[in-house]
């Protein structure tokens, strides 16, 4: 009899722990597990926005796969994914070849979101990749060089405008808050000259928080010399400048560097690989299979999961994509079996924090609000768990983040 082919798409939160704990679970022998990913690491998305300004090397965001998969148990393929094809059990990759399947595990991710503004695709950075989040370090610091170096100073240069007031966006102005007093000691620029400016359209950042710990946010954050903009839609975007309107009044303000944190979307691979889906997501039946695939799950930022309490979908985190993991390889393991029945799979959320620089953070922990050097500590307890669930103690001390009393 031949074995089932299990494959995973994507090293991402849920596709790497997908793999870590199938090849714990089910032996060579009962079944062929392939794991397809562009890079040959997988990288900590919630780390990205440090590497982006320039506070933590990118380096230490990226963990090879090699390092916590089994080689000699999973069948490790280094592609890029051009498209499903689900009545053929079928995954085409970009350097021609394809594999066949008898499971498929989709975590290919997320894009950024762009809702049709204009130039911003062609002009805006996303912080969406270890690529993507050097390139913009690199971007900010050529433009700090740059300043004292052109014959007429150019304000544009040491304006950095961030559109979306979310996670992300919050989460990258309290890093560029912390680096800029370097980059401005380091290129012999007052720090007053420089402007870091938040762009959200809704009337506050950071919506789903309590308005106690948003409050504390903007507090840290516009002591340290960021602007706010909110209530602000941001139009368009140039290669010098974005135009902004409030209250039907529009405004232009000169920039270089326009980094855009406000939405992301599925993998459009999904979309089009032809998944019902749900503006992009495949709302996933309770085991986290695809409505009309049975032998299809998707986890991650790929799957859509309906909150029943507050009618709307749970936000695409890291945490989710990793309980969705443990699920996905439990229920494969089931099917493959024929044993045990597939579990459903229930969130459960243990609380978010959001860091507002190394030093800084606001969260709600099993319903307790942290502020301050509280919420700093258990975020980088946060991120130590992960790593030691992904690597055990081995990469917790290679990668983890023990600078908790600074």
């Known amino acids: 009899m031949n074995k089932p082919k299990i494959v995973i798409l994507g090293a991402g939160y849920g596709g790497i722990m997908t793999t870590v704990k199938l090849q714990k679970m089910i032996s060579v022998n009962d079944a062929n597990i392939t794991l397809v990913n562009k890079h040959d690491y997988h990288y900590q998305t919630t780390w990205l926005h440090e590497n982006a300004a320039g506070n933590l090397h990118h380096d230490n965001t990226r963990v090879p796969i090699k390092d916590v998969v089994n080689f000699s148990k999973v069948n490790f393929v280094q592609d890029t994914v ?68 052109d014959p007429e100073k150019k304000q544009e240069r040491l304006n950095i405008v961030v559109g979306g007031g979310g996670f992300t966006g919050i989460e990258f102005v309290g890093e560029l808050a912390n680096r800029v007093p370097e980059l401005c000691k380091e290129y012999d620029i007052e720090r ?13 950042v950071l919506p789903g928080f309590d308005p106690q710990l948003v409050e504390y946010a903007m507090n840290s954050l516009e002591s340290r010399g960021v602007e706010f903009k909110l209530g602000t839609f941001l139009k368009e975007c140039h290669p010098d ?113 959001a860091s507002l620089g190394d030093d800084d953070a606001i969260g709600v922990v099993f319903g307790k609000k942290l502020f301050g050097w509280q919420a ?31």
């Open 241 to 353: 400048k974005i135009v902004v309107e409030k209250d039907e009044k529009r405004e232009e303000i000169p920039t270089l560097t326009t980094v855009w944190a406000a939405g992301v979307r599925a993998n459009s691979i999904v979309e089009e690989s032809g998944f019902e889906n749900n503006r992009g997501k495949v709302e996933v039946k309770p085991d986290l299979r695809a409505p009309d695939y049975s032998n299809v799950f998707v986890v991650g930022d790929c799957a859509l999961i309906m909150n029943k309490e507050t009618e709307r979908p749970y936000p695409p985190t890291a945490q989710i994509a990793m309980q969705m993991a443990d699920i996905a390889a439990h229920n494969l393991k089931a099917l493959i079996s024929g044993s045990e029945e597939t579990e459903e799979f229930v969130p459960e959320i243990k609380g978010t924090v």
């Open 192 to 204: 007053s000259k420089v402007r870091i400016i938040n762009v959200e359209a809704a009337p506050t």
């Open 82 to 149: 051009e498209s499903i094809k689900p009545d053929d059990n079928k995954v085409l990759l970009k350097n021609g070849g394809e594999i066949d399947y008898d499971y498929l595990v989709v975590g290919l991710g997320f894009e950024a979101a762009t809702f049709g503004i204009p130039g911003l695709i062609e002009n805006a950075f996303t912080i969406d990749s270890i690529n993507t989040a050097r390139l913009i370090r690199e971007h900010i610091e050529y433009n700090f060089a740059m300043y004292n170096n």
């Open 376 to 406: 700093t500590v258990m975020k980088k307890v946060i991120d130590n768990r992960w790593l030691l669930k992904l690597g055990g103690i081995g990469l917790l001390l290679k990668k983890g983040k023990f600078n908790i009393f600074h």
